[in-house]
C-alpha cells in the first residue's frame, strides 16, 4: 500500500459524457502529479501542483481536461465530452517537495474506457 | 531533458542475476538517475536513486560510471515476480517541474522458470 489512493479503479462512460475522478495523495507531500498511461507506453505527463498551484500542464491535456487541487489536498481531473482516444490509465503520483530524493508514490490508477 | 534510452525488452532465467542498461548522454550536473518497476495494472514503484559510483539497496545495485551518461541497474537472482517493466529517469529531484519524473518505454523484463 503506497498511500496514495484513487477513485474509482475503473469508470466506463459512453462517448461524448463527463468523467471526474480523484486523488488522495500521502498527507505531508505538497508535490502531486497526474499521468496518462495507454498499454505498452511509460506513463505520460499530463500535469504537475505544488500545494494547490498548478505549476506546468503537459501539450497533451487538451481544453477538455481540467485539474484542480483544492486547498493542496486531494485533487480531482475532469474530462469533458470524452473521446475514445481518452481511453487509458490515468495515474496520480505524489512527492514531497525540496529533498534529494524523487521518490514519488503512485497510486493504482484509474482505467478510463470510452466506448 | 535528458534523453534516456533502454533496451525495449529483456529475458533472464529465475535465479540469475540481471543487468539493464541505461544511457544518457546528455545528463546534467545536477541530475541524479532513478529507476521504477511496474507491475501489469499497478502504477510504478521506486527501486533506486544514485548520483554516481554505486548505490545499494535491499531490492537492486545501480551502477554509475565516473562520465555518468550510463547506468545499470542490477537485479541479484531474479524470480519470477521481478517480471516487469523497469524505467530509467534522469532529473534534477530539486526541480520544481515535471522534469524529474519524465518516463520512457522501459525496458520489459521476462523472468522464466
Known amino acids: 500500500d503506497t498511500g496514495v489512493s484513487q477513485d474509482p479503479r475503473h469508470k466506463i462512460t459512453k462517448r461524448g459524457q463527463n468523467v471526474t475522478f480523484r486523488c488522495d495523495p500521502i498527507s505531508e507531500h505538497n508535490r502531486l502529479y497526474w499521468y496518462r498511461q495507454t498499454l505498452g507506453q511509460g506513463p505520460e505527463f499530463l500535469t504537475y501542483f505544488q500545494n494547490e498551484a498548478q505549476l506546468e500542464k503537459s501539450r497533451l491535456l487538451s481544453d477538455r481536461f481540467s485539474a484542480e487541487r483544492p486547498k493542496g489536498s486531494f485533487s480531482t481531473l475532469e474530462i469533458q465530452r470524452t473521446e475514445q482516444g481518452d481511453s487509458a490509465m490515468y495515474l496520480c503520483a505524489s512527492s514531497v517537495q525540496g529533498t534529494l530524493n524523487t521518490e514519488a508514490f503512485f497510486g493504482q490508477g484509474t482505467r478510463l474506457t470510452v466506448v | 531533458l535528458a534523453k534516456t534510452t533502454q533496451p525495449i525488452s529483456m529475458d533472464s532465467y529465475e535465479g540469475q542475476e540481471v543487468n539493464i542498461t541505461c544511457s544518457h548522454n546528455?545528463?546534467?550536473?545536477?541530475?541524479?538517475i532513478t529507476w521504477y518497476q511496474q507491475f501489469p495494472s499497478q502504477g510504478p514503484r521506486f527501486i533506486i536513486q544514485?548520483?554516481?559510483t554505486k548505490v545499494t539497496n535491499e531490492v537492486a545495485s545501480l551502477f554509475i560510471p565516473a562520465d555518468r551518461k550510463s547506468s545499470t541497474l542490477s537485479l541479484p537472482r531474479v524470480s519470477l515476480s521481478d517480471t516487469a517493466v523497469y524505467y530509467c529517469l534522469v532529473g534534477d529531484p530539486m526541480d520544481t517541474g515535471r522534469r524529474a519524473l519524465t518516463f520512457g518505454s522501459g525496458t520489459r523484463l521476462q523472468v522464466q522458470p
Open positions: 546528455n545528463i546534467a550536473t545536477n541530475d541524479y
Open positions: 544514485g548520483y554516481k
